[in-house]
C-alpha cells in the first residue's frame, strides 16, 4: 500500500473495519481523492488502494464498494466488477432478478410504466422494461 499508508491519510473504524479516507473527497459522493504519480493526475483513493494491492485495474471494470462506503480505502472491502454489477449492488437498487421478471411480465401483461413504478416504488422502470437495465436477465 506504500504512500497510503506511509501517511496517516485515514482512519480505520473497529466496528466495520473500513478506512475511511481523511484527505480530499468529493463534496457529493464522499469519494477520496489522491495524486497519482503513475497516472499523472488525481484518482479516487479507493482505485489507487485497490490497485496497490490486487494490481491493475481492467479497463472494462469498477471498483465496487462491498461495505458501501464511498470514502473506505480498505483494499478487502473492494471489488472490480462490470458497471451493470455495481449498478445492481447500489444501495438503493434492492430489483432481484426476480423482480426484473416480474416487473417485465407484468408490462408484457399490460401494465403501464407509470403503474409499476409506483407498484415497486423504483424509478428506472422504463429502463428495466425496454432492457436499457438489466440486460442480461431474460
Request: one cysteine or more; a positive charge; proline letters at 2%.
Amino acid at each position: 500500500m506504500g504512500k497510503l499508508l506511509k501517511k496517516k491519510r485515514f482512519t480505520v473504524d473497529c466496528k466495520t473495519g473500513c478506512w475511511n479516507w481523511l484527505l480530499s473527497c468529493l463534496p457529493d459522493s464522499g469519494y477520496g481523492l489522491v495524486w497519482s504519480a503513475k497516472y499523472k493526475k488525481m484518482i479516487y483513493a479507493h482505485r489507487e488502494a485497490y490497485e496497490a494491492v490486487h494490481g491493475p485495474i481492467a479497463d472494462e471494470l469498477e471498483i465496487d464498494h462491498l461495505c458501501r462506503n464511498t470514502s473506505c480505502v480498505n483494499p478487502q472491502h473492494l471489488e472490480a466488477v462490470t458497471s451493470s454489477i455495481n449498478r445492481r449492488r447500489q444501495i438503493n437498487c434492492y430489483l432481484t432478478v426476480e423482480k426484473v421478471r416480474e416487473i417485465r411480465e407484468l408490462y408484457v401483461d399490460g401494465f403501464t410504466v407509470k403503474a409499476l413504478k409506483h407498484l415497486f416504488e423504483y424509478k428506472s422502470i422504463s429502463s428495466v422494461v425496454h432492457y436499457r437495465l438489466w440486460k442480461d436477465v431474460k
